[in-house]
């Protein structure tokens, strides 16, 4: 049985029948299961392996963070021979059936003689090794060209990134200077009118937002009020608050109504406005004698104005829309006379808009209500406290637009 098994081998084909019979003698027929190691780098054995079926792979640094295979042996290879002839006597690599195997061992020394006998098996075996090492070779050359492809790989998406990196730090060191300059932009203090306290804040979503407020002085006893609230956030509107910002500040003086004034606005816009962008407003002249209060809405949210009692004051309202989209849009005019010892508050919908998002926290005018009446807040105190409300630990990270409140009190 083995004698015709042995002669199938490329390496025996010419071996003659008495030398088959002979290594029949000592020849042992094996089995392994797929994932079986045959023999480990470095052992010795007194046997070599003749693949009868079945793929084993040759392994290096076998079970270590290096592994890596180096060859799949197929139907007809020889394994283990390479420990007959190392100095040490050792396998230089691992074996490991790749599949379900059956092999022939044959005895080293039975093997040796017939290498002795034969030389021309010898020679087979010396061809055996040179095409061996040189498949290893272009598998160590292909191993290394692809890790080099990676670590080239590797380098090119380091130096990506890092570039990335610097142009984000950039862009933060941008956008922390535009933030900068936005506030820089806003009053640099309050007004001082005897009898009144006036407080504002403006927190924006982002590094830089669409939000403003101003205080415009016009003669001795009045007092402009702006707050706007331009579409989008970010620096896009951050860009277009500052054109609105500059608009207002050069139409204030040219008209005497706050409706004309916001139409001169909306006729630049129009001209300018190439983005689709838009801004709601709403522009109030305060008289600080007679504590009448008359103002043009643009879309924006109405004021909220509560009494002495610190009960709110119904406001008549009307369709307003915002500027930078109509030639001919709709402005929601008013007035009143704010009571002694009344409050003014007028907020953008990043104050609104996150208070109804929570129906826990009270409506706004309950809101400001309970904390005037509660902590008799000043003006500023009163902005202050609106927003360690809304956004506080709890909400902040809820907070999607610009907060932005003013709070005029009749004091």
């Known amino acids: 049985m083995y004698e015709e098994k042995i002669s199938q081998f490329p390496l025996f084909a010419d071996l003659p029948g008495s030398a088959c019979r002979a290594l029949k003698k000592s020849t042992q027929e ?24 079945g793929e084993v792979e040759i392994i290096k640094s076998l079970d270590t963070a290096d592994e890596r295979c180096v060859a799949i042996s197929k139907k007809g290879a020889v394994l283990g021979e390479m420990s007959m002839f190392s100095q040490e006597g050792t396998h230089t690599a691992s074996a490991r059936a790749r599949t379900a195997v059956k ?47 990676q670590l080239l790989q590797a380098y090119e998406d380091l130096q990506a990134a890092q570039a990335a990196m610097i142009e984000n730090e950039k862009l933060e060191h941008e956008l922390k200077i535009a933030g900068e300059m936005q506030r820089n932009i806003l009053p640099e203090g309050l007004p001082k009118y005897k009898g009144w306290d006036f407080g504002a804040l ?12 101003d205080f415009i002085p016009l003669d001795e006893h009045q007092i402009a009020i702006v707050i706007g609230d331009v579409c989008d956030k970010g620096m896009p509107a951050a860009l277009f608050m500052a054109l609105t910002y ?101 907020y953008s919908d990043g104050l609104s808009e996150t208070i109804d998002d929570h129906l826990e926290l ?30 506080g630990s709890v909400y902040h990270s809820q907070i999607k637009d610009d907060f932005t409140v003013v709070v005029i009190r009749s004091i």
């Open 30 to 53: 094996c089995h392994f299961l797929s994932g079986q190691v045959l023999f480990t780098e470095g052992s010795s054995s007194d046997q070599v392996y003749f693949l009868v079926n």
């Open 103 to 149: 092999l022939l061992m044959i005895p080293t020394t039975q093997f040796d003689e017939v290498l002795q006998r034969h030389p021309e098996i010898t020679y087979k075996l010396l061809r055996l090794f040179t095409n061996r090492l040189e498949n290893s070779e272009n598998l160590t050359i292909q191993d290394l060209r692809e890790k080099n492809r």
């Open 202 to 213: 403006m927190i924006p979503a982002r590094q830089v937002g669409g939000d403003f407020y």
């Open 246 to 346: 500059s608009l207002i500040r050069a139409e204030a003086h040219r008209h005497e109504t706050p409706s004309t004034i916001l139409q001169a606005v909306n006729n630049h816009l129009l001209q300018i406005n190439r983005s689709g962008m838009f801004v709601t407003l709403l522009f109030g002249i305060l008289n600080t004698q007679s504590r009448e209060f008359v103002y043009a809405r643009a879309g924006h949210t109405t004021p909220l104005v509560l009494n002495n009692h610190v009960q709110m004051i119904d406001l008549p309202f009307s369709l307003g829309q915002p500027l930078g989209i109509f030639d001919e849009f709709a402005i929601d005019t008013g007035g009143f006379i704010l009571p002694s010892k009344g409050s003014l508050i007028i």
């Open 362 to 391: 009270p409506r706004l005018p309950q809101l400001c209500a309970k904390l005037i009446r509660e902590d008799q807040l000043s003006a500023q105190s009163l902005c202050d406290q609106l927003w360690r409300t809304v956004g």
